[in-house]
């Protein structure tokens, strides 16, 4: 049972729009930024959006990120093949001092 | 090229212990946290422990405190993980992973290392 709550599963065909939710509490997504990882099966993650809607260098900007209270969203527009994989929303956890994660979100384009 | 390099991982039976290793290149090493995450087969990420840059602080997830020890060494630029008296739960790809600080003061798990899998069973 993760920490973090999303999807198991999402989908769309090429070129539409989707998006990934998350929720958390007042204790961590409430109270820190959230980030989003993508991961392709059999290899490490990949950080996607930092600080809840910052895209680190190389990532597309049809790739975003938002937050509003204790939830937060990552968005994909003009969906790719290469966009299927596992998404991860993160964040710190006060209290236990450490990330909490969610249960992961699988894409696929259809 | 800012990279970690895992190794260490191996199949183990229950009770016994294993160390992980992380080789970081590309950056100062000493001036980061570094910390790291596990994957049970099939499963989601999740947080394992983290070291403070110099190595005096540390933290662990419940799952582990007792059992695991993080630990540094800066003059070779690694970082270790002793895991003892592991059980099936254990069973994971281990990663290693730096965490950044952001211009808004956010930390996040910037790099990653590629994943060392740790099997526990008899």
């Known amino acids: 049972q993760s920490v973090l709550t999303q999807p198991p599963s999402a989908s769309g065909t090429p070129g539409q729009r989707v998006t990934i939710s998350c929720s958390g509490s007042?204790?961590?997504?409430?109270?820190?930024?959230v980030h989003w990882y993508q991961q392709v099966p059999g290899t490490a993650p990949k950080l996607l959006i930092h600080s809840n809607n910052q895209r680190p260098s190389g990532v597309p900007d049809r790739l975003s990120g938002s937050k509003s209270g204790t939830s937060a969203s990552l968005a994909i527009s003009g969906l790719q093949s290469e966009d299927e994989a596992d998404y991860y929303c993160?964040?710190?956890?006060?209290?236990?001092?450490?990330?909490?994660f969610g249960g992961g979100t699988k894409l696929t384009v259809l | 090229e800012v990279q970690l390099v895992q190794s260490g991982g191996a199949l183990v039976q229950p009770g016994e212990s294993l160390r992980l290793s992380c080789a970081a290149s590309?950056?100062?090493?000493?001036?980061?946290?570094i910390h790291w995450v596990r994957q049970a087969p099939g499963k989601g990420l999740a947080w394992v422990s983290r070291i403070e840059g110099a190595g005096s602080t540390t933290n662990y997830a419940d799952s582990v405190k007792g059992r695991f020890t993080i630990s540094r060494d800066n003059a070779k630029n690694t970082l270790f993980l002793q895991m003892n008296s592991l059980s099936a739960e254990d069973t994971a790809v281990y990663y290693c992973?730096?965490?950044?600080?952001?211009?808004?003061?956010?930390?996040?798990?910037?790099?990653w290392g590629q994943g060392t899998l740790v099997t526990v069973s008899s």
């Open positions: 007042s204790s961590n997504i409430g109270s820190n930024s």
């Open positions: 590309g950056f100062t090493f000493s001036s980061y946290w």
């Open positions: 992973a730096r965490s950044f600080r952001y211009f808004d003061g956010t930390y996040a798990l910037d790099i």
């Open positions: 993160a964040t710190w956890e006060d209290s236990l001092k450490g990330w909490v």
